[in-house]
Structures are given as structure tokens and as C-alpha cells.
Nanobody, 126 residues
Framework: QVEVVESGGGSVQAGGSLRLSCRASEDTWGTYCMAWFRQAPGKEREGVASISPYGLSYAESVKGRFTISKDKSKNTVYLQMDSLEPGDTAMYYC?????????????????????WGQGTQVTVSS
């Protein structure tokens, strides 16, 4: 089973940028749907973005501000976050899903993802 480790979190002011990295223990391209989720204090975990050979998917709240991408040579998926807002403050998790379909990968339902990292904290101040 794949293992994923996140990095790149930190504290920024509103309007700033951060890039999160998710390094996998194996080549995930084509085998796994890779995604980013986040969970703010007192809120449920929500899907942010996903990537697979079927394409990319984003939550409405981050469209136009966040970009998910991959580097196959490094077994790494990135989440570039621009124009950050205080509402983006959360623990960000990388997740992987096998036996996925285009709809399930794009749907960003946490129950479809079996493999999770420990998370990296993102804090945006106003």
C-alpha cells in the first residue's frame, strides 16, 4: 500500500501563497487518484482538489486560486495555493484512492480514499 507524506504548510498573511507537497512511497500515476483535503477546527473534512489521468477537479471555494499538479519523476503531487484567505486556514491532508473512476476521483468524497498522510497545517491571518 502507498504511503504519503505532506510538507510545505506554514503561516502567511491573506493574499499570500504557499505550495504544499505530497510525496508518495511509489509511483502513483495511473494507479491512484491523488487528492488534497482539509479540515478546519470544528468543521468536517472537505475535498479541495484531485488529480488522475482522467483530469483535475477542484472544490468551488478554491477554483481559480489553487492548482494541483504532479511530478512523476519525484512521485510528488503539489497544491499551489494563491490568494489565500483566512477561511483557508486548516490542516491539509494528502490522500490516495485505488480502484477509482473519473466520477469518484472528481467527487472528492473522503470515504473513497483509503490512504492518508498525517497532514500539514496552513494558517492564514488577516
Amino acid at each position: 500500500q502507498v504511503e504519503v507524506v505532506e510538507s510545505g504548510g506554514g503561516s502567511v498573511q491573506a493574499g499570500g501563497s504557499l505550495r504544499l507537497s505530497c510525496r508518495a512511497s511509489e509511483d502513483t500515476w495511473g494507479t491512484y487518484c491523488m487528492a488534497w483535503f482539509r479540515q478546519a477546527p470544528g468543521k468536517e473534512r472537505e475535498g479541495v482538489a484531485s488529480i488522475s489521468p482522467y483530469g483535475l477537479s477542484y472544490a468551488e471555494s478554491v477554483k481559480g486560486r489553487f492548482t494541483i499538479s504532479k511530478d512523476k519523476s519525484k512521485n510528488t503531487v503539489y497544491l499551489q495555493m494563491d490568494s489565500l484567505e483566512p477561511g483557508d486556514t486548516a490542516m491539509y491532508y494528502c490522500a490516495a484512492a485505488t480502484s477509482y473512476t473519473a466520477r469518484r476521483c472528481a467527487g472528492l468524497s473522503q470515504t473513497d480514499f483509503a490512504y492518508w498522510g498525517q497532514g500539514t497545517q496552513v494558517t492564514v491571518s488577516s
